[in-house]
C-alpha cells in the first residue's frame, strides 16, 4: 500500500444514494498534488477507474468494483483579477464543496451560481455535467477548467468553449450507454463573477423568478435568493438531511426531457415547459475551393424544448412516496424526480424501481426518460 492508498470503504457510505460494496483499491488525495501523483498510480497499474468527489452524483452496482477508486478531498478558493469591469475571477480546487463555494460568493456580493445554492457535490463535478438550477447554469460563468487526461504526464488548461456544455452534459460526462467524449478529471475550476456587493442583482431568467415568486424587476440581494432557494430545495427533500430519507437519493435521478418543439405539441398543454434558445452564433465554413461566390442559406435550426420529467412521472401514475412491493427503494415522498433510499435497499431495488418508472413514462408518453447519475456496474 502506498502513501497515498487507504483501506476500501464500501462506497454505499460515500454516496448519497447509498449503495455499493468497498472497491478493490482506494486512494485519497487532499491536496493538488496528491491528486496528480493518485491518478498516475491508478492509470500506471491499467486497471479500471473513476475519481469519488461528494458521490451525489453517482449509482453505484452492488458488485465491488474491480479498480481503483480515487477519492478527491482536495479544498481551497483562491481570488484572482478579471479582465472584465465590476467582475472577479475565482479558482476553486475540484474537491471543494460545491455549496461552500456558493456561499463564499454571496457573502461577498458575488454574483453568478446563486441560484444552485444547496447542490450537493464538489465544484470538480460541476462542469462535468454542467450543473444548474432554475434556469442558471455553470457554464454562464465557467472561464476554464484544469484537466488532466487519462495517461498524462500533467495537467492542462481547457478554456469552457472546449468543453462541449450542454443541457446536463459535457466532453467529460460519461452517459449511460455511450463512450465518455475525453477520459479526464478536472484538477480546479475558474469562475467568473459580477461584483455586486450589497446592492444586489435584477433577477431576469424566466424559471428563477417564478421560483422566487419576484413580479417586478427591481434588485434584490443575493443572501435572500440563496435563502429562499435553500427553502424550495428543502421542501423538496434535495438538501441532504440524515434524519430525512427524501435526501438519501442522488437528486433528480431522470433528466428533464429535452425534445423537439413539434414533439411537445404533441404532449398535454398542462405539462410545464421551456424553450431552449438555439446558439445562434454558429458558423459555417467553406473551404476555398468548394466557393463559388454564393454563401448556402442558413439553415433554421428546429426548436427545442425541455418539459418537465416530474410531471410526466407523475401523469404516468406514478405519484410521490411510490415503491414496489417490498422494495426499500421509493419515490420520494416530496419529489417525483427523486428515488430515495429508505434505508438498506441496494442496487438491485433502485434500478428496478427506475426501469418501472421509465416504462410507464414511455407507455403514457412515447419518451424514454435518460438517467441523471453517472452509473457504475449498474445496467438499466
Not at 424587476?217 to 438538501?239: C, D, N, Q, S, Y
Request: glycine share 10%.
Amino acid at each position: 500500500m502506498t502513501s497515498l492508498e487507504v483501506a476500501p470503504l464500501p462506497l454505499r457510505g460515500l454516496t448519497t444514494l447509498r449503495t455499493g460494496a468497498a472497491p478493490e483499491r482506494m486512494l485519497a488525495a487532499t491536496t493538488r498534488t496528491e491528486l496528480i501523483d493518485a491518478l498516475h498510480e491508478a492509470w500506471a497499474g491499467g486497471e479500471d477507474w473513476f475519481v469519488l468527489g461528494g458521490g451525489s452524483n453517482l449509482f453505484v452496482g452492488d458488485e465491488p468494483f474491480e479498480g481503483a477508486v480515487v477519492r478527491i478531498l482536495t479544498s481551497g478558493i483562491e481570488e484572482l483579477p478579471s479582465p472584465h469591469e465590476g467582475r472577479i475571477r475565482l479558482r476553486v480546487q475540484a474537491g471543494h464543496s460545491w455549496d461552500a463555494l456558493v456561499a463564499y460568493a454571496v457573502e461577498r456580493g458575488y454574483a453568478g451560481i446563486e441560484a444552485m445554492s444547496g447542490i450537493p457535490g464538489t465544484v470538480g463535478a460541476a462542469p462535468v455535467q454542467n450543473v444548474g438550477a432554475y434556469g442558471q447554469e455553470i457554464q454562464e460563468t465557467l472561464v476554464e477548467v484544469e484537466l488532466i487526461d487519462e495517461g498524462a504526464d500533467a495537467p492542462v488548461i481547457v478554456p469552457a468553449a472546449e468543453l462541449g456544455l450542454g443541457f446536463r452534459t459535457s466532453v467529460l460526462k460519461h452517459h449511460y450507454g455511450e463512450a465518455q467524449l475525453r477520459r479526464a478529471v478536472i484538477v480546479s475550476v475558474t469562475l467568473d463573477l459580477a461584483v455586486t456587493g450589497g446592492a444586489g442583482r435584477v433577477i431576469r431568467g424566466e424559471q428563477l423568478r417564478r421560483a422566487l415568486g419576484l413580479e417586478d424587476f427591481e434588485p434584490v440581494p443575493l443572501e435572500w435568493v440563496r435563502t429562499r432557494i435553500l427553502h424550495t430545495r428543502a421542501a423538496k427533500g434535495m438538501l441532504l438531511d440524515e434524519n430525512d430519507p427524501d435526501t438519501h437519493s442522488a437528486g433528480s435521478f431522470f433528466q428533464n426531457a429535452i425534445v423537439p418543439e413539434r414533439i411537445a405539441r404533441a404532449l398535454p398543454p398542462e405539462c410545464p415547459r421551456w424553450t431552449v434558445e438555439p446558439d445562434l452564433d454558429t458558423l459555417t465554413v467553406i473551404p476555398l475551393e468548394n466557393y463559388f461566390g454564393l454563401t448556402p442559406r442558413p439553415e433554421t435550426p428546429e426548436r427545442m424544448v425541455k418539459v418537465s420529467s416530474a410531471w410526466l412521472i407523475e401523469h404516468s401514475g406514478i405519484g410521490k412516496g411510490f415503491k414496489l412491493p417490498r422494495s426499500r427503494a421509493a419515490i420520494s415522498s416530496k419529489h417525483a424526480l427523486a428515488l430515495t433510499n429508505r434505508g438498506g435497499a441496494n442496487a438491485a431495488e433502485l434500478g428496478e424501481l427506475a426501469r418501472f418508472i421509465q416504462s410507464r413514462v414511455h407507455a403514457e408518453f412515447g419518451l424514454l426518460l435518460q438517467p441523471e447519475p453517472v452509473l457504475v456496474g449498474v445496467e438499466l
